[in-house]
């Protein structure tokens, strides 16, 4: 996938610190759905250092697609991704609902998570993994011209042959306001930031 370029220092590292401001390398389709009063999340992929701005293209449900420039794609539910297309080994889809509610009920604990992939092969292949959650405390997240204060939640997961860290910064009314996730051993860890 091409990702405008678009580069972000010191992506939320193992510090835990906050994610950077991002000079926006949107193009056309962003701009047009954010011109339309669309929301857009800041979306920057770790292993790269590069970053684009996305785009509420579509909302199914609980299921919102946000769109980039060059027409990846990233379904969320409630901040927390489902699927994504146009990265590479895509992630076709995840049962995220015993995470998600032990994230958003803030409870720590146990819980398991599926996760679909497209191998190199073009097949399906649906994968689990055992995630313990815990509650890291109160921190503040950079929002515009102002700091939001949040709660950090961290999900560690694991299966037979891959481990995961996805952090999540809640604010007081438990919407997820920034995130790092793991989209699969492709596409690695995404960040993402909600834009005022």
């Not at 379904?75 to 991704?81: A, I, L």
Request: aromatic share 6%.
């Amino acid at each position: 996938m091409r990702w405008a370029s678009v580069i972000i220092v010191g992506l939320l590292l193992a510090s835990c610190s906050a994610l950077p401001g991002v000079t926006p390398g949107a193009g056309p389709a962003v701009g047009n759905l954010a011109s339309q009063g669309k929301p857009v999340l800041q979306v920057g992929i770790l292993s790269k250092k590069t970053g684009t701005l996305v785009a509420l293209d579509t909302v199914r449900g609980p299921f919102e697609t946000w769109v980039s420039a060059d027409g990846a794609s990233i379904t969320m539910r409630d901040g927390m991704m489902v699927a994504t297309r146009g990265l590479g080994g895509d992630m076709l889809g995840s049962d995220i609902d015993e995470s998600r509610a032990a994230i958003t009920r803030r409870s720590p604990g146990r819980v398991t998570r599926f996760h679909t992939f497209l191998d190199g092969e073009n097949r399906a292949q649906r994968r689990a993994y055992i995630c313990d959650i815990a509650d890291r405390g109160p921190r503040d997240v950079p929002f515009g011209a102002v700091s939001v204060p949040a709660q950090l939640i961290a999900e560690d997961c694991a299966s037979q042959d891959q481990a995961f860290l996805n952090l999540y910064w809640l604010d007081q009314s438990g919407r997820i306001v920034q995130s790092r996730q793991w989209a699969g051993e492709f596409a690695g860890i995404l960040t993402f930031r909600i834009v005022p």
